[in-house]
């Protein structure tokens, strides 16, 4: 079983930023994949980044260039960070594992934007 705990997320106006973080109870060494999701009210959960073993990173269209994913080993920890925020980025933001074959999630932490 593998925990994953979110935090970092919060009220923050248009244009501004947010760095989320994902801290792993096991080595993210051996993840597969490590990404981020979000659902907002109403909506299916989508995909906002990933990033393989390899450290390939991949963005959903609407989040290219102003998100980043990165990772870091020695904190077991996946980051994203949020620059020039719209109120469409508005969600739950979701932290996800793949250890093969299995999937973990954390718990969510919730990012509002005001206009």
């Known amino acids: 079983q593998v925990q994953l705990v979110e935090s970092g997320g919060g009220l923050v106006q248009a244009g501004g930023s947010l760095r989320l973080s994902c801290a792993a109870s096991r080595s993210i060494f051996s993840a597969n994949v490590m990404g981020w999701y979000r659902q907002a009210t109403g909506k299916q959960r989508e995909l906002v980044a990933t990033i393989t073993s390899g450290g390939s990173p991949n963005y959903a269209e609407s989040t290219k260039g102003r998100f980043t994913i990165s990772r870091s080993y020695p904190a077991n920890t996946v980051y994203l960070q949020m620059n020039s925020l719209t109120p469409e980025d508005t969600a739950v933001y979701y932290c996800?594992?793949?250890?093969?074959?299995?999937?973990?999630w954390g718990q969510g932490t919730q990012v509002t934007v005001s206009s």
């Open positions: 996800n594992a793949n250890y093969w074959p299995n999937d973990y």
